[in-house]
């Protein structure tokens, strides 16, 4: 009687495969503090990505948008804030 050999066991499978992370989940939360409207689109179209493809990430991705969204409304605050402050150093009060 022979040994079984691991061909003749239905249970032993290979192991799954590790899919790597999404690049653009990485670019969106990169930049999320560099350019964040572009940390924006990339964070959608890497969410898009990993649900299409099974890759890691999402966590990454979710980062990034909600990082972005925050500079950028921060960033839109910021620019109104200083065409305020522009506008009313021009007048004088006499």
Do not use: C
Request: no cysteine; net charge positive; hydrophobic share 55%.
């Amino acid at each position: 009687m022979s040994q079984p050999s691991y061909a003749d066991n239905p249970h032993a499978a290979a192991a799954p495969a590790v899919r790597g992370t999404n690049v653009m989940a990485i670019l969106s939360l990169v930049f999320a503090f560099v350019f964040s409207p572009v940390g924006i689109v990339l964070g959608h179209i890497a969410k898009k990505q990993i649900h299409r493809t099974g890759e890691q990430g999402s966590g990454l991705a979710t980062a990034g948008l909600v990082l972005s969204y925050i500079f950028t409304i921060l960033g839109i605050l910021w620019i109104i804030f200083v065409f305020v402050l522009a506008a009313n150093s021009g007048s004088t009060a006499a």
